[in-house]
Each structure stands twice: as C-alpha cells, then as structure tokens.
C-alpha cells in the first residue's frame, strides 16, 4: 500500500483537532490563544514601526527638497565681500546659464540672503530672508502647494507692490495676517562717516504658508530679488545659486559636473551634506528598532514552542495509537508542525492587517492620542514636522511576514520532531 502524500488531509484533522483542544485537557487552547495573541501584537508593532519610520523619513526628506535647494553653489574667490564676511557672486547669470546647460539640471535661481529681525507691534521674531525671484519662487514646491497657505503669491515681485511671503510660524510668532505691513530691521544697512547704521523698512504681507516644517515655517521670509539685493546692500550681485536637480537622490552623481560648470572658484554644498548627519542616524535607528522588534517576534514565537510541549506531553497516548495503526514518523512530525504552523500564519495574519490598518488610519488614531494628552504628544519644534507621519511600504510588511512565518515554522520544528520520534511502545506502556 502506498504511503499517503505529505500533508494529506487526515495530517489537518488531526491537527485541527489537537488545537482545539479543551482546557481539561491540559490547557492547550489557552497556550494556543496566548502565542496567537503574542505572535499578533509583535508583528503589528514591527510593522507600525517600520510604517512610521517610512513615513518620517519620506515626510522630513520630502520637506527637505520641496523648500530647499538640492544644491548650493557659493563663491570662495577673492570677490566682494558683504556682512558677515560673505562672498558675493557677481558673475552670477553667467554662471547660472553655464550650470543650467548640465543634464538633470532643472533649474538654477540666484539668491540674496541674510538674517535680520521682524517686529509688528511691539513683536519681535528673528528670521531668514531669502531674496528670489518671483519665477523662481514659482519652483519651489511647498510653498507654492503648501500645506496651509492664505493670500496671493501672483503680488510677489509685481512692480510697485514692496511685499514678502512669510512662513506661518512667522505670521503666528508676531500675530500678524495678509495685508498687515511688518517692519525688517538688519544691523548691517548704509555706511555713514559715523559708521553703520542699521537698515529698517516697511514690508507688506502678501502670502503666508505652511511647508510642514517647523524651522523653516517658522523663520523663513521670501523677498523679490532685486529688493533683496538694495536691502542688503548687494546691488548687482548674489549670495548664493540654488541648484534644482531632476533626481536629487542622486544628487552625488551631478556634483562635478555642476563644479565644473560653475568654475573653479565656486563651492558646492548639497542636501545630504546639510542632513546627512541626520539622516545616517535615522537609518542606524532603523536597524537597531528593527532588531529589537525581530526579538520581540522571536519571543512570541517561543510560546508556539510552550504549547507544543505541552499538547506533545498531553497527546502521548494518541501518538502511540497513531503509530501503532500506522502513521509514519513523518506524518506524526507534520501534524505536530500544522498545529504550530497554523498558529503562526494566523496570528502573522491577524498582525499585518492591524499593522495596515494602523499605518492608513494614522491621523484619526494620532489625533485620539493628541486629545487624550492634552494636545502635548507632538511638539513640532521638536520633531522638526507637525504631525506623526505612517508610509505602508510593501517591503516592510514582507520581512515582517517572513521574519515572523520563518521564525514560527523553525521554532515548530524542534517539538514536532519530539513527537515523531516518540516510542509507540513507551507511549501506551502505562495504557
């Protein structure tokens, strides 16, 4: 007589029978319940985990490369020199025409910039004012489709109109709205025989946005370029070039070619140098929170080992049976494996649908946790972005699923093979 395929249907009804067993039987189904409940919550934390990793890292990088240059080319040469020991670039539209002519090279916009003081009535905030103009203002991405935004940015540069653009940390920093007029003091203004005379004028606001970043929505201010340029005292010259790639992932790839571009006197100081830093740590902690999870997993997975043991220990007997009428070591191994196995799949299954459910339901859960809190959970001068972003990433959710199938279907093994070799003799002796 031939010998049955593997995992035959009899091998599944035994099996199902086994875990469902009652507690007067030994307590199985409730060892069971608890590595199914255990194997749930560790891979819906693994997964919730690496979604909001996910989330974080695309919400800070996209935030990055939406309000900044993918690249900035400054001068080093022997050129004019403003406050502060800056370079001035005065060669700058040929520059920008050489670089513009690089392949990937999307856009190339000089800049004035410089750190000068805020205040409307009797408020005072220190921010960053970027001199642009207003097309190439239409380049940068969140502000132009921010978050939040109130006002008109078609005013920007208009002639005759003296208006800025403001983040809303800003507008909020000194309680001011579209349409009011705010003051900008910078310490380094006209040249006198008495020395230098701050600089102060009179601005109305034009546009108020939010690129969802807390530094930048909280001291950047955009002023037309050639206003830039007389209040800084930089008429005919820039700061600064910003450089907007196709690609700015492979931003390394177009950093000689821009340099060689620009000149030999230019420096070129990219995104990744500027958050590199940051970025390297967010991968390392990464690694190490998946690590922690993967033991987590691991540890759930242990109890499937407990509940075996003790269905083994408890279904003696029955092993002694099965093999007297028959059952190969093989069949009595697989049986065991399906009762641990199955336990593993259900409980991998329970967890990625909560974990995916966690990950596109993030803001309604977020907002719960924000209410509950007092509205002290995220604190966006700290967190640098203003809510807690999730990003459910395909990958994530298959190493969750493989760690923890592998893991359940190894852990298995061990007591299975236990039962298969158990002696039918030793097993009914007592009988």
Same mark, same amino acid.
């Given at each position: 007589m031939? =010998? ?14 086994y875990?469902?067993a009652?507690?007067a ?24 985990? +690496? ?21 900035t ?26 670089i513009r ?6 856009? @190339? ?7 000068? #003081? ?12 970027? *001199?642009?103009?207003a097309?190439?203002?239409? *380049?940068?991405r ?11 940015l078609?005013?920007f ?14 507008a909020?920093?000194? =309680? ?6 705010i003051?900008?003091?910078s310490?380094?203004?006209?040249? !006198?025989?008495?020395? !230098?005379?701050?600089? @102060? ?5 034009l ?9 930048i ?30 690609d700015? %992932?492979?931003?390394?790839?177009? !950093? #000689? ?8 006197d ?12 940051? +970025?390297?740590? +967010?991968?390392? %902690?990464?690694?190490? #929170?998946?690590?922690?999870?993967s ?18 220990? =408890? ?6 049976? +099965?093999?007297?009428?028959?059952? !190969?070591e ?16 259900? *409980? ?9 459910l966690?990950?596109?339901y ?5 907002s719960?946790?924000?209410? #509950?809190?007092? *509205? ?6 700290i ?21 923890s ?17 158990? =002696?039918? @003799? ?6």
């Open positions: 031939a =010998n049955p395929a593997p995992f035959s249907r009899f091998e599944w009804m035994i099996a199902w029978r875990l469902r009652r507690r039987e030994g307590g199985v189904s409730v060892m069971t319940w608890i590595s199914l409940i255990g194997i749930t919550l560790a891979v819906f934390a693994l997964i919730a985990t +690496l979604a909001v990793r996910s989330g974080f890292r695309s919400e800070f990088v996209d935030t990055i490369l939406g309000a900044n240059a993918h690249a080319i400054y001068s080093a040469g022997q050129g004019t020199e403003g406050a502060a020991g800056t370079r001035y670039i005065e060669d700058y539209a040929a520059m920008a025409d050489r002519e690089v392949p990937g090279v999307e856009r @190339v916009a000089p800049l004035v910039k410089g750190q000068v #003081m805020t205040s409307f009535n009797g408020a005072t905030s220190g921010v960053e004012v970027h *001199g642009i103009r097309e190439d203002l239409q *380049g940068v969140r502000v132009v489709e921010p978050i939040e935004s109130w006002g008109d078609s005013r540069g208009a002639e005759g109109v003296a208006g800025i653009a403001i983040g809303s940390g800003v909020r920093e000194l =309680n001011v709205a579209v349409g009011d007029v003051r900008l003091i310490p380094d203004g006209a040249q !006198t025989p008495f020395g !230098t005379t701050p600089r @102060v004028s009179n601005y109305e606001v546009y108020v946005f939010t690129a969802g970043r807390y530094d929505d909280r001291t950047r201010v955009y002023m037309p370029f050639a206003e830039a340029q007389t209040y800084f005292n930089a008429d005919g010259v820039a700061t600064e070039l910003e450089v907007i790639v196709d700015p %992932e492979a931003i390394d790839a177009y !950093t #000689m070619p821009i340099l060689r571009a620009a000149g030999p230019a420096i070129l100081w990219t995104w990744r140098d500027a958050s590199g830093s940051f +970025l390297r740590a +967010l991968d390392i %902690e990464d690694n190490v #929170m998946f690590v922690i999870l033991i987590l997993v691991l540890i759930a997975t242990m109890n499937i080992v407990s509940g075996l043991i003790m269905l083994v220990k =408890n279904k003696g007997r029955d092993i002694g049976i +099965l093999r007297t009428i028959g059952l !190969t093989g069949s009595i191994l697989r049986v065991f494996f399906i009762c641990g196995a199955l336990t593993g799949v259900i *409980g991998t299954a329970l967890g990625v649908a909560l974990g995916c966690f990950a596109l993030i803001d309604p859960i977020f719960a946790v924000n209410w #509950m809190s007092g *509205g002290n959970a995220w604190d966006p001068s967190r640098g972005i203003y809510a807690l972003p999730a990003e459910l990433q395909w990958g994530d959710v298959l190493s969750a699923v493989v760690l199938l592998g893991l359940s279907f190894v852990v298995t093994i061990f007591p299975a093979r236990r039962a298969a070799r158990m =002696n039918p @003799v030793e097993a009914l002796r007592y009988e």
